[in-house]
């Protein structure tokens, strides 16, 4: 649209009427949705003027009243009508005198009414969008025990405004601008100016703007043009659909970026620590999350290890396993055709495809599909002679803990294929080799200039409150260490 703006138009709309109008019809050609609207005052004949705008991108009802019946109805003055109409007569919240071609076509596609009239060079953009929305509900991905339920919806206002309820301060900022040669997708950078770090920040805006990109459908657009290490499985930058955490973020010192059009929220910088990390860990019991946390961080250690681990005991290493569970390996394993390696890489396949068919079905078919599909497989299987009874329990357990992170289900899967690998090729010493690998690449990742594991292996208790322990709010009274060196201290409740 902006190459045609720019091609085929002039740059700026004149003072006659029917000119002007014939430069929007040809933009908008074979495009049936854009309302073209001639209004007549009942008090001046010689009165012309043209109101334009996209059926279903605007509120009606806001045209009707605000704009159609006051120009229709009201006695219009011979002079000073731009002003008059601005000041007096058209009754919307937000308007604007504009004589760019390009941006008047924006306002029309972004839900703005445009009124063009004879004599006043330009048009006024009239603030009247509207249209259908979603409802502010709970998110499906990140249900919660406790704590706010709202989620972010498709419309950025919205969002916004969700984030405005919950810091209520003019030190909050939102940056807007357009990505996107077709879409012309809005995005909104948001941060509190006193605490951000003025580099992060920097460095984050220098990468939007290096975005050349014909469109901007979701937020994970931006993700992959703007994310440190593309090749890398670990996530850094982080996804949210709840304003709630998005809001945390921001009073840490992070910077939130919001798409219109979609309900995820990025939030960066990203830290290793924060795929173990939960909204419902601040709604309860420091304890009792403490406790949670830690099983999070077992579960995705196990859903890692235990196949590669299985594979080198059973391949390599039987001198470690107890005699009886041995002989019971042993029994098991004894009329099955194929390798441990095939068995763990047959229930691993089977898992992933229960699981994503019971992540595309309706929710409830869904269920009882993942249910019931791995109880009949995994008896068939086993009874057919196809895998062990021993490694059905073991896929069991894996899958059941990947459940537990989420947010590294991409990343857990390569770094189990990767051990498996190694495990079947030289046993627990490619387990500690695979390991050796994933750790070297975890240091060497940075988000946004911040170190990945960023808080782990710290000497204080202030850069340890929140990792792989929950201490108690009066005792987290420092932000993390990428925040401005003099802002850091957010709390000073004393116990």
Not at 405 to 420: D, E, S, Y
Request: glycine share 6%; hydrophobic share 45%; proline share 4%.
């Amino acid at each position: 649209m902006g190459d045609e703006i720019k091609n085929n138009s002039p740059e700026y709309f004149g003072a006659e009427l029917e000119s002007n109008i014939e430069i929007v019809r040809s933009m908008f050609k074979n495009d049936d949705t854009v309302v073209f609207r001639q209004v007549t005052n009942l008090y001046r004949s010689d009165f012309k003027c043209y109101v334009i705008f996209a059926d279903g991108m605007t509120d009606n009802i806001a045209i009707n009243n605000n704009v159609v019946r006051p120009l229709t109805t009201t006695q219009l003055p011979a002079a000073r009508l731009s002003e008059e109409l601005i000041s007096n007569i058209v009754t919307c919240g937000e308007i604007a005198a504009e004589t760019l071609v390009e941006k008047v076509i924006r306002g029309i596609l972004k839900g703005d009414t445009v009124l063009f009239t004879q004599g006043i060079p330009g048009a006024l953009l009239l603030n009247t969008k509207g249209g259908s929305v979603r409802s502010v509900t709970e998110p499906q991905t990140e249900k919660n025990l406790m704590g706010p339920r709202d989620g972010f919806t498709e419309q950025m206002t919205v969002n916004i405004s969700l984030l405005r309820r919950r810091i209520q301060t003019s030190d909050l900022k939102f940056e807007l601008q357009n990505i996107g040669l077709r879409t012309n997708t809005r995005v909104c950078v948001i941060y509190l100016e006193s605490i951000v770090n003025k580099n992060i920040l920097e460095e984050l805006k220098r990468r939007l703007e290096k975005i050349d990109i014909d469109a901007v459908l979701d937020s994970n657009y931006l993700d992959e043009c703007i994310k440190d290490h593309p090749y890398s499985p670990f996530k850094t930058i982080g996804r949210t659909e709840k304003p709630d955490i998005a809001a945390a973020k921001i009073l840490e010192g992070r910077v939130v970026i919001l798409v219109d059009g979609t309900p995820i929220a990025l939030t960066v910088p990203y830290l290793f620590v924060e795929n173990f990390q939960s909204n419902d860990d601040y709604y309860i019991n420091y304890i009792f999350s403490t406790i949670i946390r830690f099983l999070r961080v077992l579960g995705c250690f196990l859903t890692i290890v235990l196949p590669a681990v299985y594979i080198a005991l059973v391949n390599f290493h039987h001198e470690m396993i107890p005699g009886l569970l041995l002989i019971n390996v042993a029994k098991s394993t004894a009329n099955i055709p194929l390798t441990s390696v095939m068995e763990v890489a047959i229930m691993l396949i089977l898992f992933e495809l229960l699981r994503e068919t019971g992540v595309r079905m309706p929710s409830a078919v869904g269920q009882a599909l993942s249910i019931v599909g791995a109880l009949v497989f995994g008896q068939a299987a086993i009874s057919a002679g196809i895998v062990s009874n021993i490694i059905v329990i073991v896929m069991a357990l894996t899958g059941t803990t990947t459940l537990l992170v989420p947010r590294m289900n991409g990343a857990v899967i390569v770094c189990r294929i990767l051990l498996i690998i190694f495990a079947g090729i030289i046993g627990l010493f490619g387990v500690y080799f695979g390991f050796m690998l994933i750790f070297i690449h975890l240091l060497s990742i940075e988000s946004f200039g911040v170190f990945y594991l960023t808080g782990f292996g710290a000497s204080t208790v202030q850069r340890t409150k929140d990792i792989f322990v929950r201490l108690p709010m009066w005792m987290q009274k420092d932000r993390p260490p990428f925040v401005r060196r003099d802002k850091r201290r957010r709390s000073n409740v004393e116990r």
